[in-house]
């Protein structure tokens, strides 16, 4: 199930540090990041193995998250926040303000193999959704 995390971060004169540790479990494999999407949808998958974990570094995006029993939108406005998908939420992110960057880290690396397309019979998005970039 998704969870949403406030990253730790220090304050100071010098400008602010923010820490991703622990969030994910093994070792970072993938980290890739989206920008100039604007109200594109993008993902329109899930897993069967990696975990991805969201940050919205600059501006903002939605998040729609399916896993199967239940459906959550998280709208990401800060790059404090995290949100971790876990393989078996199936999710989209879009409405991507003109300055969003979206960094995706995952535990594995890119395997084609490894994603699922189909959404789950509950979304209220069927009938809805359009085809979505596989990224």
């Not at 991805?52 to 406005?77: K, Q």
């Not at 509950?122 to 959704?129: C, D, E, K, P, V």
Request: proline fraction near 3%; hydrophobic fraction near 35%.
């Amino acid at each position: 199930m998704s969870k949403l995390y406030d990253l730790k971060t220090f304050e100071s004169s010098k400008g602010n540090l923010t820490v991703f540790e622990g969030i994910i479990p093994g070792v970072i494999q993938r980290v890739f990041y989206i920008y100039e999407a604007g109200q594109m949808a993008r993902a329109g998958h899930r897993h069967h193995r990696a975990w991805n974990a969201l940050i919205c570094l600059s501006g903002s995006c939605r998040v729609y998250n399916n896993n199967g029993t239940r459906e959550d939108n998280f709208l990401l406005t800060s790059p404090r926040q995290c949100l971790v998908l876990e393989p078996e939420d199936w999710h989209i992110m879009d409405e991507f303000s003109a300055d969003a960057i979206l960094l995706v880290v995952s535990n594995e690396g890119y395997d084609k193999d490894d994603y699922i397309y189909e959404p789950y019979m509950n979304s209220s998005l069927i009938g809805h959704i359009s085809m979505v970039d596989s990224e």
